[in-house]
T-cell receptor, first 111, second 114 residues
Framework: AQRVTQPEKLLSVFKGAPVELKCNYS??????LFWYVQYSRQRLQLLLR??SRESIKGFTADLNKGETSFHLKKPFAQEEDSAMYYC?????????????FGKGTKLSVIP | KAGVTQTPRYLIKTRGQQVTLSCSPI?????VSWYQQTPGQGLQFLFE???????NKGNFPGRFSGRQFSNSRSEMNVSTLELGDSALYLC?????????????FGPGTRLTVL
């Protein structure tokens, strides 16, 4: 079954420290993975997707098929990075696509 | 361009009642997906509607149903409410199918079941 695991419910780091939010997935097909972010009192929004290979707000994420991981990284955390982060997997089934989300990691950046 | 809107924003119901939530997608978007968000389970996919047809369905009981109108607006209905249905219900709109295109989320409807 398709599954996304975010092992940390809460991650606290100091401002300026590196951040790594872990995401592991379970899917036998070719995965497409995304990171979504939800800032306080704001809507859930797409942060980045692995196919774009982009850096958004200093965050990057590399798909590692061998380790079935898609960890989100940033070299220097900022206070404004404090938010809930969700990893999501797109998979195909029954002729269509679905998205499944991890349970999320709350990132708290300590000033 | 106006974002996804959801009404009402807050709702309090009692067990056994039914509830209807509404979602208006971004203009031009044809797909609406619904999610249930709870602290314990996170975001769980309910269903997706595209061009008035249900395209995908998550693992929720039949008490949860939805529909989409010709203007792409969507409604979600929950019948015979249970305490465990208390959650934030999010809808997301996409220009095409949700699995292919970026989803834009609404602010959610906070449902409390007493």
């Amino acid at each position: 079954a398709q599954r996304v695991t975010q092992p940390e419910k809460l991650l606290s780091v100091f401002k300026g420290a590196p951040v790594e939010l872990k995401c592991n997935y379970s899917y036998s097909g070719s995965p497409e993975l995304f990171w979504y972010v939800q800032y306080s009192r704001q809507r859930l929004q797409l942060l980045l997707r692995h196919i774009s290979r982009e850096s958004i707000k200093g965050f990057t994420a590399d798909l590692n098929k061998g380790e079935t991981s898609f960890h989100l990284k940033k070299p220097f955390a900022q206070e404004e990075d404090s938010a809930m982060y969700y990893c999501a997997l797109r998979y195909s089934g029954a002729g269509s696509y679905q998205l499944t989300f991890g349970k999320g990691t709350k990132l708290s950046v300590i000033p | 361009k106006a974002g996804v809107t959801q009404t009402p924003r807050y709702l309090i119901k009692t067990r056994g009642q039914q509830v209807t939530l509404s979602c208006s997608p971004i203009s031009g978007h044809r797909s609406v997906s619904w999610y249930q968000q709870t602290p314990g389970q996170g975001l769980q996919f309910l269903f997706e509607y595209f061009s008035e047809t249900q395209r995908n369905k998550g693992n929720f009981p039949g008490r949860f149903s939805g529909r989409q109108f010709s203007n792409s607006r969507s409604e979600m209905n929950v019948s015979t409410l249970e305490l465990g249905d208390s959650a934030l219900y999010l809808c997301a709109s996409t220009i095409g199918l949700a699995g292919i295109h970026e989803q834009f989320f609404g602010p959610g409807t906070r449902l409390t079941v007493l």
